[in-house]
């Protein structure tokens, strides 16, 4: 077997700082309120454009 296998890895990949961190999960925050509003509003047009009728009708 190859020498590198049988040594500990010691690669961490990238540490981020706890800065780093809180500027993530603001982030991911923005995105998910943005693309929660996206939703309701992507709802609202579609109720808006079909009229409030739709919701009216026999299931």
Excluded: H
Excluded at 11 to 32: D, H, W, Y
Excluded at 35 to 48: D, K, P, Q, S, W
């Amino acid at each position: 077997m190859a020498q590198w296998m049988d040594q500990p890895t010691r690669n961490q990949g990238i540490v981020l700082t706890e800065e780093q961190k809180k500027r993530r999960r603001r982030r991911s925050v923005a995105i998910a309120l943005l693309l929660g509003a996206f939703v309701v509003l992507m709802y609202f047009v579609t109720v808006a454009k079909l009229g409030p009728g739709v919701l009216k009708r026999p299931l």
